[in-house]
């Protein structure tokens, strides 16, 4: 590998309520929370938590309006302010040993020469909530991921409090959020994420987890990409409907080379998937071979070309619908982590870029049916963090949410016993590319 990559941060927005409920400090919360973060630093991760007010900053705002009367909102945003930077005083405390030395107050200012696995925020401005704050971290600490942790464990679709035939949404796009929160802050403000910092998480592309702060374990199933609960916000509904015709006419990101907008597009990537054909020959002569996530096909009609008997899975019908008339009848429709085919159907499964689509708590389930329907090799290529050749030819791609390290992947892929690693003959570096070709046993 010739760039070593330092890990992303993941950001935690540690609700104010966690920290200081009605009862007092809950020492028994943050002890759990510092042996999680600390756990997780010895792994690599890196984190930055952003403490909130909670009930703090409305205890003092309620004081000063008993006291006072009237009292504008600026006057009360101080107050929440103060107190979150209270709570993030206690935090940079509990992990002064590992965090950086200064709390983040100015974001208009970065931390200069960040070297430390964990960094603290508190309250910056008046007109929001510290959700907003992390929203900006985020986007200048180029994190993938913000973890709310609450009182609540999600966004429901009426309040839970008031009705108990509430209901968990577990997924949901920030178009979707506004609508439910609405778009006006006030000091003290209690919601499932800041009305103010919805609008930037969305134009930023975002992905947001809103989850209930005291599952600790549930939290790191949620840093370890594993199955969780709560509710996951994103750009755009990924499913079988977000890959549709604009999808591949390159309106919803990703290629800047698009597949089926101009003929030079369709040329180009005509090119690569000759290219790969010819490699993947040269490299395996497969006889019959298996493309998941195979789109409109392209692959397979060169493999079928140099008579191998090549078949598709795709769950989109809009990509079996631009396929050439020719490839149709070899793509089937069908979900990846539960893959159409009999055991050991096929001597060489294959996949390219398929993964980064793949939510990560279907990640393990998809390398496992690829194993299953294999009788001899699997092969996958991977957009990780190191490939940022990829980042020049790539615009951003609101679907591509499982974007993880070289690190993350070896470690997901050694968990197999199934599998042995094969030497490829044909080596691109990791700035360019990365691709896992194994054996089964």
């Known amino acids: ?131 907003y704050d992390a929203v900006i971290l985020a986007r200048d600490y180029k994190a993938q991921l913000v973890i709310n942790l609450s009182n609540i464990n999600g966004v429901y679709d009426k309040d839970p409090k008031k009705f108990k035939d509430a209901q968990l949404i577990k997924k949901i796009t920030w178009e979707e959020m506004e609508k439910i929160i609405g778009n006006k802050w006030s000091p003290g403000f209690n919601s499932p994420f800041d009305p103010v910092a919805t609008p930037l998480a969305k134009k930023l592309g975002l992905t947001v987890i809103i989850t209930y702060g005291k599952d600790l374990k549930n939290i790191e199933n949620i840093i370890d990409k594993e199955s969780f609960d709560g509710t996951v916000v ?54 019959k071979c298996l493309d998941l996530g195979c789109g409109t096909g392209g692959l397979i009609g060169w493999l079928r070309f140099f008579k191998v008997e090549a078949y598709g899975l795709d769950f989109s019908e809009s990509a079996k619908m631009l396929a050439d008339k020719g490839i149709k009848q070899y793509i089937k429709l069908g979900d990846v982590t539960n893959i159409p085919f009999a055991d050991n ?51 951003q791609d609101y679907s591509n949410i499982s974007h993880f390290s070289l690190k993350y992947w070896n470690s997901i892929f050694s968990s197999f016993k199934e599998l042995v690693r094969v030497r490829k003959r044909i080596l691109f570096p990791s700035f360019f590319e990365t691709r896992y070709l194994f054996k089964k046993k």
């Open 345 to 395: 159907s096929f001597d060489l499964v294959l996949s390219y870029d398929l993964f980064n689509h793949i939510e990560q708590s279907k990640i393990r389930k998809v390398i496992k049916e690829s194993i299953r329907v294999s009788s001899k090799y699997i092969s996958h290529k991977i957009y990780t963090r190191e490939n940022f050749w990829l980042s020049l030819t790539h615009k």
């Open 234 to 287: 994103t750009p755009y509904r990924i499913d079988s409907t977000f890959y549709d015709r604009d999808y591949y006419m390159g309106k919803k990101g990703g290629h800047r080379v698009t597949l089926t907008g101009s003929f030079f597009g369709r040329a180009f990537h005509n090119l690569v998937n000759f290219i790969r054909a010819v490699l993947i020959i040269a490299e395996l002569a497969p006889k």
């Open 1 to 131: 590998m010739l760039f070593k990559t330092k890990e992303l941060p993941i950001i935690i927005s540690v609700g104010g309520s966690l920290i200081a409920p009605d009862t007092g400090v809950d020492t028994e919360f943050l002890s759990q929370l510092n042996l999680l973060i600390r756990k997780k630093v010895a792994q690599g991760k890196r984190f930055m938590l952003i403490a909130g007010g909670g009930n703090i900053c409305r205890h003092y705002q309620q004081a000063a309006r008993n006291v006072i009367g009237n009292i504008n909102d600026e006057d009360l945003d101080w107050l929440g302010i103060h107190a979150t930077r209270f709570n993030a005083h206690l935090l940079r405390t509990i992990f002064q040993d590992i965090a950086h030395p200064r709390i983040i107050t100015n974001y208009d200012k970065k931390l200069f020469n960040w070297k430390e696995p964990v960094a603290i925020g508190a309250g910056w401005k008046p007109g929001w909530s510290t959700d």
